[in-house]
């Protein structure tokens, strides 16, 4: 299995059994659904308060499936979606609130807001209704060179996710009780000159990027507002800029705003200062030299002992100048389970000897036949818990 999509799998086990509210200690059925009722459970098991439990039987996205084409790459992906928990938990706290993917926002309505604005001449040649022109990417007014249309006239907005928030009432029913809606945009514009063409691509300025985000979300507000089921309802919206599609890091949310129920417009931002750095990187090194060190510290201690490695990268997540989250990728060639086992043991000693205690820490180590084992220690803790897969 490819260690970032087992990282993906882990992740959302990690969600399915996180966090329950306080005042649930069993399993319980309960009511949810406006109008064919049907029962659900909610699982008991508290694995950690970062983490939403989520009801079963598991309901998927009215949108599942789009984000997989919508955006560049698997890290971004990854991200789009566990960043934009992240974000929920500054409104609707894993104490008191159930996870559901989007149920009120359809995969047409997102794919219709996802397309370009057309003129009036456009839309005669498309044979659609005025009230069809619902696309939020700037209008391609055809005139000029490729070039000039593109970059005057990006793809700013490459996909939307809709999250739910649900609370359980007195009478044992589930009720929506907020909801998140994350707005993917480019950082990089692709295009093509012709048909199965070259693809070229227009790099989008950072301000440009936040500037018309902002006002997507002014008109994304609008319309959650008209929606049944998202009129009274709090509501946070949170910008992403994804990274281009040879990014090795994912991209960042930029920004977030937050509707309560009885809010209609956009009324201020939260800037949200978080970065992925790639390590080892010149771009890490500049701006986080003591991190970087410890870094090529431990991997050098690891080369120095194993010589049959391929390369050893860290993904490390900052939160203005503090590091919050450190995943490393170990792929090693083994040739029996001692040996892995005895090189699981020798790098969760070097993480103890050379990263301090406030880094969190994921190591996946792997080979060609998969994943071999796995290392995390959390925030403050010396000792990490350490898994060797049989």
């Not at 870094?295 to 002992?305: A, G, S, Y």
Request: aromatic share 10%; hydrophobic share 35%; proline share 4%.
């Amino acid at each position: 299995m490819n260690k970032r999509i087992f990282s993906a799998a882990l992740a959302v086990m990690l969600l399915i059994s996180g966090c329950a509210p306080d005042d649930i200690e069993n399993e319980k059925e309960v009511i949810q659904g406006d109008g064919e009722q049907e029962k659900a459970i909610i699982p008991n098991y508290q694995l950690s308060e970062s983490y939403y439990r989520t009801i079963v039987p598991y309901k998927p996205g009215k949108a599942r499936g789009m984000v997989v084409s919508n955006l560049n790459t698997r890290y971004d992906i990854v991200e789009f979606e566990t960043g934009l928990m992240r974000i929920a938990q500054e409104h609707f706290s894993p104490d008191t609130y159930l996870f559901q993917e989007g149920q009120m926002i359809e995969a047409n309505t997102i794919r219709s807001w996802l397309s370009r604005k057309y003129t009036e001449e456009q839309l005669k040649e498309r044979e659609l209704k005025p009230e069809e022109n619902l696309g939020l990417n700037p209008v391609d007014n055809e005139e000029g060179s490729v070039e000039e249309r593109n970059e005057k006239s990006p793809i700013y907005l490459a996909h939307i996710m809709e999250h739910n928030y649900l609370t359980k009432t007195e009478d044992n029913s589930l009720q929506l009780s907020g909801a998140v809606i994350g707005l993917a945009l480019n950082s990089v514009h692709y295009y093509t000159k012709e048909k199965y063409g070259a693809v070229y691509d227009y790099e989008i300025p950072d301000e440009v990027v936040e500037r018309e985000g902002k006002k997507i979300a002014e008109e994304v507000a609008k319309r959650v507002r008209q929606m049944e089921g998202l009129k009274d309802v709090p509501v946070t919206i949170a910008l992403f800029k994804q990274e281009s599609r040879d990014s090795v890091v994912p991209g960042n949310f930029i920004a977030y705003t937050h509707l309560e129920k009885n809010e209609n417009a956009i009324k201020s931002w939260e800037t949200v200062n978080e970065k992925y750095y790639l390590l080892p990187s010149d771009e890490a090194e500049r701006d986080h030299r003591d991190d970087a060190t410890y870094f090529l510290n431990f991997k050098q201690d690891i080369e120095e002992q194993f010589d049959n490695h391929n390369g050893i990268v860290g993904t490390a997540l900052y939160n203005g100048d503090q590091l919050v989250d450190l995943k490393i990728d170990i792929p090693i060639e083994f040739y029996g389970k001692a040996e892995a086992t005895g090189f699981t043991q020798y790098v969760t000693g070097l993480v103890m000897d050379h990263f301090p205690a406030y880094v969190p820490i994921e190591i996946n180590i792997y080979s060609n036949s998969g994943p071999e084992a796995l290392i995390v220690r959390e925030a403050e803790n010396q000792e990490p818990r350490v898994y060797v897969y049989k």
